[in-house]
Structure formats: C-alpha cells, structure tokens
C-alpha cells in the first residue's frame, strides 16, 4: 500500500501549456468592440469649424492668446464632397437679357406697324378716289389686317347672268386700276354669286358665271399693261361663301359680288392664300 503511493507521487506530472480559456473569450470580445468601434469612426463625419469654435473657446479659457487667422471657414467632408466637385454657380446678366428683348420687341413693333400705316394710307385714296361709287352702293372697301378688300357690288357693274360689265362703270375701274399699280403685291380678284341656280347656253353653273365675271375684271384692268399680269390671282367661289344667308332679295344682291383683295408686299413670292384664310 504504502509503495503504491510512493510510486503514485514519483510520476512527473503533466504541465499545461497556453493561456487559459477565459483570455480567448476576452481576446474576442475586444476584438469585436474594436470592430464596432472603427466602423463608427469610418461613419463618422469630423465637423472641423464645430471643433474650431470649441477649440477657440477653450483656447480663450485657458488664456492661449495665439491667434491663426483662416482664409476660409473650414467645412466638413463626405464622399459625395471627395468625390464629385461642385459646378461654379455664373452669374445671369438679367441687364443684358432684358435690354436685349426690348430692343427686339420695339424693332418688332416698327416692322409690323409699317404697312398698316401703308394701309391706311392706301384706303384713304381708295375712298377718296371712289366717293361717288361708294355713296351710290356699287363699291365698298374694307381693310383685315395689312389687307384691302374692295367689293364690286353686281348692281350697275353686271347685269343679271352676264359677265360683261356695263359701260357706266369702266370709270369705277379706271380709278381702281390707277391706284392698284401704285401698291406692290399680289391682287386676288374672286368671283362671288348668290344661292340660285343658273342654267344658260354661255354659263352652266354659278361656278362658271363667278369666273368669268372675275375674268372679265382682270382683262380690263390688264388693258392698259401699267399692271404685271403675275400679280392677278382669279377665283371664282359661286355661291359658296356668302356674306349674308340668301334668305331675301337684299341679302341675295349684297352676296352678288366681286372682290379685290390686295396683299401688299407678295409679290416676289409666290405663295398666296385665299382671304378667308386671313379671317380666322
């Protein structure tokens, strides 16, 4: 018994080697709190000027009394500061700008103003020169924007269902003629009839009947070639734009008519357009 013992506490004992189990714990946790830590300081933003003023606070407190002027204020940096630069904000020269856009609205105005004054200045002739037509009911001028219309009434102009015009009114056209070659630009001469029908060996229709009275106009102040023939547009319209319904016989003869329309300034280009077109 007592050798068995002897025997027991001869034996050399096992050392245990490393650190004991509870520092491998620890070790983690701190490295994990480290973790945590840095990855708050990466989100974290240091807002310099916030640390200046503290800094000059305790600066006055502690009686530092050295001064470091700054240029500029510092600010605090992000990613999207790294990483994109700021556009540098101009200045609009709103003086310049608007200057600009009045001139052009005066010029505008002096441009658009010019042939109305023409205009005007163009029916007062008319009226003028054709008084006595126009107090007897067989003329009547009128002006759509830069535009002269001078409607020939059929009374004392046509007879019924003709397209020769009478004697008595070639002086009528004489005197429109002398003030037409005067202005520059397209002249539409259209041809205009009332609501019933017409049937004859010369004229099959109110179609043929508007034309050819427009026609017969225009050769006669063609006549004495102080007009270009390119200037004269013939239309002839019959009895489908009315100035008044073709309900009597007053209406009837107002819508009996042919009309001259004058566009100043059109006579290089070529494009034109009806009058009605003007009217909208």
Not at 21 to 32: E, G
Not at 131 to 142: N, W
Not at 164 to 185: N, V
Not at 255 to 275: F, K, Y
Request: no cysteine.
């Amino acid at each position: 018994m007592e050798q068995d013992w002897a025997t027991a506490e001869d034996e050399p004992r096992e050392e245990r080697t490393g650190a004991p189990a509870w520092v491998i714990t620890l070790a983690d946790l701190m490295s994990l709190l480290m973790s945590f830590f840095v990855l708050l300081l990466s989100f974290s933003e240091m807002d310099v000027l916030k640390y200046k003023q503290v800094a000059g606070s305790m600066k006055f407190a502690f009686g530092v009394q050295r001064e470091i002027k700054v240029k500029e204020p510092p600010k605090g940096t992000s990613i999207i500061a790294q990483e994109f630069s700021p556009g540098r904000p101009r200045p609009t020269p709103w003086n310049e700008i608007r200057q600009d856009t009045i001139d052009e609205t005066k010029q505008t105005l002096d441009f658009s103003d010019a042939p109305i004054q023409d205009t005007e200045a163009e029916v007062a002739e008319l009226q003028d020169k054709l008084q006595h037509e126009i107090d007897e009911g067989l003329i009547t001028i009128e002006t759509i924007k830069d535009r002269i219309i001078i409607r020939i009434q059929e009374k004392g102009s046509f007879p019924s269902g003709s397209a020769i015009f009478s004697r008595e009114f070639k002086p009528a056209l004489d005197k429109i003629r002398a003030i037409l070659k005067k202005i520059e630009g397209k002249l539409i001469v259209a041809g205009h009839t009332d609501d019933r029908p017409i049937q004859t060996s010369r004229f099959r229709s109110n179609w043929e009947l508007s034309t050819a009275r427009a026609v017969s106009v225009v050769h006669y102040l063609l006549a004495t070639h102080e007009i270009s023939p390119g200037r004269f547009v013939l239309e002839g319209y019959a009895d489908t734009q009315p100035l008044a319904p073709n309900e009597n016989a007053a209406n009837r003869a107002r819508n009996r008519r042919i009309e001259i329309t004058v566009l100043p300034g059109e006579e290089q280009d070529g494009a034109w357009r009806s009058i009605r077109d003007f009217d909208s």
